[in-house]
């Protein structure tokens, strides 16, 4: 392994001047030159096929990525993530969500603790407790957590909708009252059942929606009605929830990871415990596949290097991630924070600020929703941006006409952007084509596939994170934010509620931004 800064490195040269002579070439040519090109650059992995053949890519830039990949010690760090080194060096942790999955090395310890017998407990109270609260007559189960505390589990409880056989579950956690306001609004006291699921239990939106949803069931009722999910066990305690309705998170679970976990509680109150085990046995696919496959086959080391090829190389600096599936519309918001809060980093590992660029930014919208709002830039516009088409061959309800034309769209969409249309008599009909897009197609959007994807996506960002040598565990940058609104909600306060609440607006942000300067 070369030890260099990125740029200096000889694979990073190779690729660059291999981009030069890459100009002006199409990706269309390359599927006239080469009729074996879908064989050649699509995986399959029991049940998903990732077809990376619409790329501006010849083997030889697949190698000289590979060659990129290895010297930047992608075996070695594969490696560390599975022995649980911790390679969260800045805040010396290991990040062990693989073996929330059963896919780390057997024996790991972390703090004198035994992880798979952790992970096991866990798993076997979240059986037990789950049980208890479905067969205990709740209709509707509300969960208060933000972030990575949320997102995850809510994502997979919409994306496995068809497989909901347990209570109404409803996610809060936004600041702004009305999110909890409108969710209480139509429930009903005796039926409703809390989670709580922060890892620290400080985080500034779940407390205060906390405090509203239990001022809004009472005193009386929070032993019967509130679980907490956290790694501060005592703060929950002091809140009046029973520890036998606490469930422990660890340092080793990153937030942004631990939908893996008891955060996924949500998932498994929806869908059953069953339904969740197959989850976690197809991200635990997805994690087999990762650490054997050889880097050249392996599924997220090549979505990775995709990546660094187009925001790196070809200085393209946003992704979209188009899920042809009206359940994963919430895949972005799950998808964007791991990519954005992973890889959105300007410091390397050696508290340098890097001279390349790191995450692009993610965007999306489930498809065809998406086809009406933004991809008239994706076809004409000017900037180029790669593109994950998701999609499912078979649907999980009955309109199969539906998922026809459904799946039709996703495939003609990555045509389009890929071959374009020449049409010199009029200039507005032309589409340049050449543009880049990855297809992930699923047999079926259920648990076990589902939770493939996801743990693919984990990997990739990892992957990214190795090349540009940036820690993908930690998340800084969402602290000073937090702090100042922290110092100015008590600004605020005085001002709405002395006399200057009844100047106009203008003077109020006058006299915050002025007392917000002066701090
Ligand atoms: O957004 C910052 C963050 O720290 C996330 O990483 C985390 O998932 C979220 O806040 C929630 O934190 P907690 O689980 O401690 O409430």
Known sequence: MSSKPLIQKLEW??????????EGQNISDFFEENLQRFDQFHI?????????????????????LISLATACGIEEARGGLFAGKPLNKIENRAALHPALRGS????????GEDITQFVETTLSRMEKLSG?????????????????????SHMV????????????????????????????????????????????FSTAETLENLRAAQAWIGEARIAKHFLAVTANQKAARDFGILPDYTLPLRDWIGGRFSLWSSVGLPIVLSVGFENFKAFLAGARAADLHFKAAPLARNIPVIMAMLGIWYRNFWNMDSHAVLPYAQNLHSFLAWVRQIDMESNGKCVDLDGKRVNYHTGPLIFGQAGTDAQHEFFQSLHQGTAIIPADFIAALRPEHLLHDHNTKLLANALAQSQALMKGEKNEAEPHRNFEGNRPSSTILLDRLDPYRLGMLMALYEHKIFVQSVIWN???????????????????????????????????????????????RAR
């Open 13 to 22: 040269d190779a690729l660059e001047r291999h981009r030069k002579n890459m």
């Open 44 to 64: 399959e992995l029991d049940g998903l096929l990732f077809d990376y053949s619409k790329h501006r890519t010849t083997e030889k830039t697949l190698d000289l």
């Open 104 to 111: 780390t090395e057997a024996g790991l310890h972390v703090g």
């Open 157 to 200: 409880c919409e994306a496995l909708t068809p497989f909901a056989n347990g209570p109404r579950i409803h996610f809060v956690s936004n600041m702004d009252g009305a999110h909890i306001a409108q969710t209480l609004q139509s429930l009903h006291r005796d039926n409703t059942f809390f989670i709580v699921a922060s890892k620290t």
């Open 470 to 516: 940036i820690n993908c565990f930690d998340q800084w940058g969402v602290e000073l934010g937090k702090t100042l609104a922290k110092t100015l909600a008590a600004d605020l306060a005085e001002g709405l509620s002395n006399p200057m609440s009844d100047s106009s607006t203008k003077e109020l942000v006058r006299h915050i931004s002025d007392r917000l």
């Open 132 to 152: 208890e609260i479905r067969s205990a007559g709740f209709t509707d189960i509300v969960h208060i957590g933000i972030g990575g505390s949320s997102l995850g």
